[in-house]
T-cell receptor, first 110, second 110 residues
């Protein structure tokens, strides 16, 4: 068990509403990541963090923002959800070159 | 061109059979290589790292061919529980970011 939790695990929301997903780790690792996974695609990096208040964009960051005010929490916000953001979202931590994933959040935007 | 490409399969094999599949990567500067396993509707889990000399973990053998820029995974004596999607993962610049293939699906039948 990698000590990562995500909340909520499932969410259905409507287009145009803000949504925040939370990732919590108990491992005190510096690096945390948010990915989305869609059929036919590998996991695609949205944003990542390399420390408290230190974040950077990934390959699919448009429409998403993140915040990391504490080592253990990494928040992903969809400011105004769109149907194209319907996906499964995974958070990950990285003790080294490998990464360990949380259980995922299944988000549906209607 | 995608950074990491995999044959999506599916590879349907009987119990006890050997199955092998490859993954190609585009960036010759890639440093670290991994195979992850993902069960349906679950998070990816690290199966094994891939070392330059090749490595084995029980029934699983991973090989790296830097000249041809591919890694392989071989599963011997397949079990029903090996049914999953196997993700090829590459660390491109040794900078704590990973690139994921879309996965190869393996189904082991009784």
């Amino acid at each position: 068990d990698a000590g990562i939790t995500q909340s909520p695990r499932h969410k259905v929301t409507e287009t145009g509403t803000p949504v925040t997903l939370r990732c919590h780790q108990t491992e005190n690792h510096r690096y945390m990541y948010w990915y989305r996974q869609d059929p036919g695609h590998g996991l695609r990096l949205i944003h990542y963090s390399y420390g408290v208040k230190d974040t950077d964009k990934g390959e699919v960051s448009d429409g998403y923002s993140v915040s990391r005010s504490k080592t253990e929490d990494f928040l992903l916000t969809l400011e105004s959800a769109t149907s194209s953001q319907t996906s499964v979202y995974f958070c990950a931590i990285s003790p080294g070159n490998e990464q360990f994933f949380g259980p995922g959040t299944r988000l549906t935007v209607l | 061109r995608k950074e990491v490409e995999q044959d999506p399969g599916p590879f349907n094999v009987p119990e006890g059979a050997t199955v092998a599949f490859n993954c190609t990567y585009s960036n010759s500067a890639s440093q670290s290589f991994f195979w992850y396993r993902q069960d349906c509707r679950k998070e990816p889990k690290l199966l094994m790292s891939v070392y330059s000399s090749g490595n084995e973990d029980g029934r699983f053998t991973a090989q790296l061919n830097r000249a041809s820029q591919y890694i392989s995974l071989l599963i011997r004596d397949s079990k029903l529980s090996d049914s999953a999607t196997y993700l090829c993962v590459v660390n491109i610049l040794n900078d704590y970011k990973l690139s994921f293939g879309a996965g190869t699906t393996v189904t082991v039948r009784a």
